[in-house]
C-alpha cells in the first residue's frame, strides 16, 4: 500500500466498517487489530464502542506505510 488515500487504505477502512481491526488486519498490522478488535468488543458491552470502531476505521484510512 502505498500511502494515505491509497486503494488499499480505502478497502482497509471499509474493512474496518463491518469489523473493527479488520484493516488493519489487512495492512499488515497484526497487533493493532487485536487491540482494536478486542477493546472494541469490551467497549460495545458499555456502549462506547462506537468510539473505538470509528477510530479503527480512521486508523485504517490515514495509514501511511512504510
Known sequence: MSGQGSTGNVLAAIASLFIPGL???LQGRILMAAFMF???GVLWFFLLGWVIHL???VD????RGK
Do not use: K
Open 23 to 25: 484493516g488493519q488486519l
Open 55 to 57: 477510530w479503527s476505521v
Open 38 to 40: 478486542i477493546l472494541a
Open 60 to 63: 485504517a484510512a490515514r495509514f
